[in-house]
């Protein structure tokens, strides 16, 4: 059964930063490409932050670039998503997501974790 | 950046009644266009890929269908367990954007 569990969310001020987590189980984690996304409280679905299955290829929303890094270890089974420079507007439930098809470059995302809060206040 | 167009943002409806949501995309994206459902609570769930294909353990109440610009979901027979947020994705190229999503209530 796939799984995916977030890690490392809460409470910072402006300007900090956060270091997000995504444990992958259940499936050969270095052939599927990943994703962040995000969801801002009582609004829809922002995708964040694409990683391909090797690694090679890495996309970013206008909204994070610069200032987001995504990153995996195949070793860990395990992505990450450090967050610096953090705004309020970054307020939001992170997701960790799965691409579809192993190998594809951009697929659509078919497993989701439940997502870990990262609250931006002061 | 190409924009994803859901329409209607809400609808009700009562249960057995086929439901129809539009997606548009601002430029051509072939079938590159996934559909998501997300109940209240819950994380969102792949329905549709590639514009027309059933996620598998999907019911087959749901389907999609669309080219280019234009994509339509539709449930054939609304059940109360299809309450929920529904959401369409471009994955041709970055971004990968989301629709502005449409809510779905029972009547």
């Known amino acids: 059964e796939v799984q995916l569990v977030e890690s490392g969310g809460g409470l910072v001020k402006p300007g900090g930063s956060l270091r997000l987590s995504c444990a992958a189980s259940g499936f050969t984690f270095s052939n599927y490409a990943m994703n962040w996304v995000r969801q801002a409280p009582q609004k829809g679905l922002e995708w964040v932050s694409y990683i391909s299955s090797s690694g090679s290829h890495i996309y970013y929303a206008d909204s994070v670039k610069g200032r987001f890094t995504i990153s995996r270890d195949s070793a860990k089974s395990s992505m990450i998503l450090q967050m610096n420079s953090l705004r309020v507007e970054d307020t939001a439930v992170y997701y960790c997501?799965?691409?579809?098809?192993?190998?594809?470059?951009?697929?659509?995302?078919?497993?989701w974790g439940q997502g870990t809060p990262v609250t931006v206040s002061s | 950046d190409i924009q994803m167009t859901q329409s209607p943002s809400s609808l009700s409806a009562s249960v057995g009644d086929r439901v129809t949501i539009t997606c548009r995309a601002s430029h051509d994206i072939s079938n590159y266009l996934a559909w998501y459902q997300q109940r209240p609570g819950d994380v969102p769930k792949l329905l549709i890929y590639?514009?027309?294909a059933l996620h598998s353990g999907v019911p087959s109440r749901f389907s999609g269908s669309g080219s280019g610009t234009d994509f339509t979901l539709t449930i054939s027979s609304l059940q109360p367990e299809d309450v929920a947020v529904y959401y369409c994705q471009k994955y041709n190229n970055a971004p990968l954007t989301f629709g502005g999503g449409t809510r779905v209530e029972i009547k």
């Open positions: 590639a514009a027309s």
């Open positions: 997501a799965r691409g579809r098809s192993p190998y594809q470059l951009l697929p659509p995302f078919d497993s």
